[in-house]
């Protein structure tokens, strides 16, 4: 049992590249979030899903897209990678409810844009 | 916006000692967890409490909650190396709309 797998672990891109960071979970849980986590700030919400084929934007989402085309994948995209989208990416998932109940999350990706 | 704050933002004891951090909120909240983050790896989570709960145990781990005083705290006893980490918590309520937003952590470093 995986739990939430992220992929890439790393990845260093040039200021306008873009890419698609992916997160995996295989505990059929419904919600789905994207944190980021920056030094002395915590993690702060991009955009969560409450389930198939819905997203939401969180406290942070400009920048980012997220698609969840499939319940236990969501997708976060950078189109256009600005130096101030280095951080840590974190994924997370939940079972039954939004915000009420433990998250379970990935191991994170480190990106850094140069 | 940033709701819980932990105090202090790093602790260092000896193996075998208490750990105690505080975790304080501005708003109303219906829930507070904990999560422990070690380094390079993302959180994990260990206690939730609810607003109408005062205490809860887990193993080493006692989680008090005020909210007349709108803190938390989370001790650690008998500490280990194994102990060595941030510490996060985590509120849920209005203030926020409800998500679930994080504090900046305190990190414990545990000496053998």
């Known amino acids: 049992n995986a739990g939430v797998t992220q992929t890439p672990k790393f990845r260093v891109l040039k200021t306008g590249q873009s890419m698609t960071l992916l997160c995996a979970q295989d505990?059929?849980?419904?919600?789905m979030y994207w944190y980021r986590q920056d030094p002395g700030m915590g993690l702060r919400l991009i955009h969560y899903?409450?389930?198939?084929?819905?997203?939401a934007k969180g406290e942070v989402p400009d920048g980012y897209n997220v698609s969840r085309l499939k319940k236990q994948n969501f997708l976060l995209g950078l189109e256009s990678a600005a130096p101030s989208q280095t951080s840590v990416y974190f994924c997370?998932?939940?079972?039954?409810?939004?915000?009420?109940?433990?998250?379970?999350f990935g191991s994170g990706t480190q990106l850094s844009v140069l | 916006s940033q709701q819980g704050e932990e105090d202090p933002q790093a602790l260092s004891i000896q193996e075998g000692e208490n750990a105690t951090m505080n975790c304080s909120y501005k708003?109303?909240?219906?829930?507070l967890q904990w999560y422990r983050q070690n380094s390079g790896r993302g959180l994990v989570h260990l206690i939730l409490?609810?607003?109408?709960?005062r205490e809860k145990h887990s193993g080493r781990l006692r989680v008090t909650l005020d909210t007349s005083k709108k803190s938390s705290s989370l001790l650690i006893t008998a500490s280990r190396a194994a102990d060595t980490a941030s510490y996060f918590c985590?509120?849920?309520?209005?203030?926020?709309?409800?998500?679930?937003?994080f504090g900046g952590g305190t990190r414990v470093l545990v000496k053998p």
């Open positions: 899903s409450v389930g198939e084929g819905t997203t």
């Open positions: 505990m059929n849980h419904e919600y």
């Open positions: 409490i609810r607003s109408n709960e």
């Open positions: 708003t109303s909240i219906n829930n």
């Open positions: 985590a509120t849920e309520g209005k203030a926020a709309g409800n998500k679930l937003t």
């Open positions: 997370a998932s939940s079972y039954e409810s939004l915000w009420t109940e433990k998250l379970f």
